[in-house]
């Protein structure tokens, strides 16, 4: 909090060129996310990236793909696609499994394993810290920081855990970090609003809206100005967080009892919930069916064994990409150069040639190892 | 077993049947909302946010804001003008709403909407980095002449008000800028701040609080009289060069609503209008109040509906 200006500074490095390289960099270091093969993966973030380009051009104004359908002109709503490929498709999955599967003994679990042991405890708090700083540092770029800080953190700590075999089964570390990194990523995004008085993502744009009202004009001279209410929003982070663990805590064991819900009742009732809850977001039947069309999409992926999460990725990620490259070779009138020419830039690119060449460089060094013996 | 069944579809049945019943009641039922076709952070969505929380008081239900960037406002403007006319979607109509129909084929032009009221109008200007290499406007002029698209200039969106604001300012000095689109006043700003292009093209409120911190200047401002804020900044016309334009914004319904719904949406306005709430705001981002009712509002989008059509054709010429 007192290198909130400093900070802001840094982030204003971060033109058009950096933008596209650190895009880049997001793709290879995420794309595998859920550590399958490479190849799918990238099939399947390519194919978000088609998705991406759905809706009007962002540098011409033209539409694209959309086939005269003004719903289409936004693009595909992304929280459509999310709750699509993940929610209605685990639903359809679910209604396959044998019957027997439904009427199976609820497990019940006691109030002492709901809580971390301090083992849990000791395996987290790595990871916690980790998805601290990484998503602080996500979340100080404009963008979609809270997914990507999510992403990153889960590939990081799935890269560096002991237990590789338990990611995607409960791993511990597998939840604190990225929660951490989303957690951050949202507190990070505060100070270029206070800094510069821009808002990087939604939230913080509806905290300019209230600020305005109030007559404090977030930007470089905010602070000076206004003290009393700077150090009131770090306070209230401070408290509102206590208050959000008081409030959890006795609340853990209920949350639980959701797993007492036979599946028979809790299939039909997550589709409900996926339905009136995409309903909420834009008001929009019409991402109802989009929601539906990647239901059956994320069921198919399911069976041939295709990800869904890298799909995600070339969907919120595609876009940005996108205008960051063509406003990047726009003022560099057309030459390449431009995203070489800047360190910040050159430094995320062979971050992404590193990233891509040293696992190609490993396996032929096993390769060779293996052949010479 | 039955019962539980016949449970769930009766709560599935009532549950659909209570959005029905929403719409039968008195205006206003729900929330209101406005669309903004553009990013958070730029000047329509600062002055209609402002507008929307001083709005809550004379409507009753809450206002909020609904972001649609992309497309120079094209997105937002469709998906409002194509919204249900029963006064609960309105769109943030600003100048572009009467020139994207002249340069894209758009699936709306002003007349697809009911006009409620124009809340602002706004000079246009340049802004540029306290530090960059040009004293004056006419070492800036001067520069672009002698090299024609080298020197970026930002704006809100490919086609949008400021972009075209732009194109007319080099068309008028003989000189030739390279236009770089950006999602929004907000982002074409940050990209300034960090040096990533030589100027923003952009109106109040975008950019004031960095103006005022002296990390931005005005290059070029094109008023008819001066800011009341930087009252030393003097404006083109007065360095001799003839050019003005600006922007409004206004609030305005999709066409069919019913004029009792209108009348009653441009007097809640009109009251939040003079809020003093709203007033200090909108001295406080240094906006320009400029009230027009429902019928002026709409002959003024007819008016430049056909102004920026002939600007369009003799530009693309």
Known sequence: ?373 | MLRKHLFLVFFFVFSVLSLVNANSQEFPTKEVQIIVPYAPGGATDLIFRALAASAEKYLGKPVIIVNRPGGGGAIGFTEGAKAKPDGHTLTSVITPVTILPHQVSTAFTYKDFEPIINVVSDPSMFLVRSDCQWKTLKEFIDYARKNPGMITVGNSGAGGGVHLVALAFEKTVGAKFNHIPFSGGGPSITALLGGHIHAVSVSPPEGISHVQAGKLKIMALFAEKRLEMFPDVPTVKEQGIDFAMGMWRGLAAPKGTPPEIIKKLHDAFKKAMDDPAFRKSAKDMAINLAYLGPLDFGKLMAHDHEYYGKLVREMKK
Not at chain 1, 138 to 159: D, Q
Not at chain 1, 241 to 268: D, E, G, T, W
Not at chain 1, 325 to 350: D, E, K, T, V
């Open chain 1, 1 to 373: 909090m007192f290198f909130a200006p400093l900070l802001a500074q840094a982030a204003l490095s971060f033109g058009p060129p950096e933008f596209f390289s650190l895009m880049i960099f997001g793709f290879v270091a995420l794309s595998n996310v859920t550590g399958g093969s490479i190849v799918k993966s990238l099939i399947m973030a390519v194919l978000g990236i088609i998705i991406g380009t759905i809706g009007l051009d962002p540098v011409t104004g033209d539409a694209r793909f959309t086939f005269g359908s003004a719903h289409l002109l936004g693009g595909v709503e992304f929280v459509a696609v999310a709750i699509g490929l993940f929610g209605i498709g685990e639903v359809l999955a679910s209604i396959e499994q044998k019957p027997e599967i439904f009427d199976q003994k609820v497990i019940v679990p006691r109030l002492k394993e709901l809580y971390p042991s301090f083992s849990d405890l000791k395996r987290a708090i790595g990871a916690i810290l980790r998805g601290t700083i990484l998503g602080f540092g996500v979340g100080l770029i404009p963008g979609p920081a809270p997914v990507i800080a999510t992403y990153s953190s889960y590939m990081l700590e799935r890269k560096i855990s002991k237990h590789k075999e338990e990611f995607g089964h409960g791993a511990i570390e597998g939840v604190a970090g990225p929660e951490s990194a989303n957690n951050s990523a949202c507190q990070a995004a505060f100070i270029p609003l206070f800094a510069l008085g821009i808002p990087f993502a939604p939230p913080t744009a509806i905290l300019l809206g209230a600020l305005l009202i109030h007559g404090i004009i977030p930007g470089p001279t905010m602070i000076v100005e206004h003290p009393q209410f700077f150090w009131g929003v770090i306070a209230s982070m401070y408290i509102g967080n206590f208050i959000l663990l008081l409030l959890n805590l006795p609340f853990v064991p209920i949350f639980a009892n959701i797993l007492r819900i036979p599946k028979k009742l809790l299939l039909p009732l997550i589709m409900l919930f996926c339905i009136t809850g995409m309903f909420t977001v834009n008001n929009s039947v019409y991402d109802i069916w989009i929601m539906l069309v990647f239901g059956v999409l994320g069921y198919v992926l399911r069976k041939v064994g295709y990800e869904g999460a890298p799909l995600l990725l070339g969907l919120v990620l595609g876009p940005k990409l996108e205008v960051a490259f063509r406003q990047s070779l726009m003022i560099s009138h057309g030459s390449f150069s431009i995203f070489i020419s800047r360190p910040i830039s050159l430094a995320f690119l062979l971050g992404s040639l590193i990233f891509v060449l040293f696992p190609v460089c490993l396996s032929l060094a096993r390769y060779k190892k293996a052949y010479i013996l």
